[in-house]
T-cell receptor, first 112, second 116 residues
Framework: DGGITQSPKYLFRKEGQNVTLSCEQN?????MYWYRQDPGQGLRLIYY???????QKGDIAEGYSVSREKKESFPLTVTSAQKNPTAFYLC???????????FGEGSWLTVV | AQKVTQAQTEISVVEKEDVTLDCVYE???????LFWYKQPPSGELVFLIR??????QNEISGRYSWNFQKSTSSFNFTITASQVVDSAVYFC?????????????FGEGTQLTVNP
């Protein structure tokens, strides 16, 4: 089936540790995105990538890093520099020429 | 700057009632897109509709309908004869034309609960 796959669904991290969230899409979309969602709030853009080997910071990039070595993959690393990492993280993708973005199922990250 | 306001934080209805979710937006762009997404308890955001700012025709898809009024900067969403499966958080979103998700602004969402 075509779609966006995020893993893991649930992740626990100790303070001071980095953690990487995986995002893979087989929709042949050029652009990929990472959003953060906090309880009772809307989504905020962390990073996005329009093409392979290129990415830009979104509104809340501090404490996060990404890579885009392959068109279908856009992993997000939550570093120890991120002060409040506990949140729901959503990966998304879109065809370059259209405005609609499609989302994965999300990953819950909890810092313990 | 863009802004999307969903003033209704939570709505609770009984099954088969009609319900309207409000969305008001602000933008300085002359052309833009408006969206509605549904987020069920599983977490995934499901795309429902995209509307171009040039097209003010209302749209109906089954039990769902959307009323776009540029004069009042509103893009309201109505569910007719609501069902328990409609229970979810609904997000309205806005982006300038041609920018895709890099400038997509979301409202804070409306939690809809449909009780049997």
């Amino acid at each position: 089936d075509g779609g966006i796959t995020q893993s893991p669904k649930y992740l626990f991290r100790k303070e001071g540790q980095n953690v990487t969230l995986s995002c893979e899409q087989n929709l042949n979309h050029d652009a990929m995105y990472w959003y953060r969602q906090d309880p009772g709030q809307g989504l905020r853009l962390i990073y996005y990538s329009q093409i392979v080997n290129d990415f830009q910071k979104g509104d809340i990039a501090e404490g996060y890093s990404v890579s885009r070595e392959k068109k279908e993959s856009f992993p997000l690393t939550v570093t120890s520099a991120q002060k409040n990492p506990t949140a729901f993280y959503l990966c998304a993708s879109s065809p370059r020429s259209r405005n609609t973005i499609y989302f994965g199922e999300g990953s819950w990250l909890t810092v313990v | 700057a863009q802004k999307v306001t969903q003033a209704q934080t939570e709505i609770s209805v009984v099954e088969k009632e009609d319900v309207t979710l409000d969305c008001v937006y602000e933008t300085r762009d002359t052309t833009y897109y408006l969206f509605w997404y549904k987020q069920p308890p599983s977490g995934e955001l499901v795309f429902l509709i995209r509307r171009n700012s040039f097209d003010e025709q209302n749209e109906i898809s089954g039990r769902y309908s959307w009323n776009f009024q540029k004069s009042t900067s509103s893009f309201n969403f109505t569910i007719t004869a609501s069902q328990v499966v409609d229970s979810a958080v609904y997000f309205c979103a806005l982006s300038p034309e041609g920018t895709s998700g890099s400038r997509l602004t979301f409202g804070e969402g409306t939690q809809l609960t449909v009780n049997p």
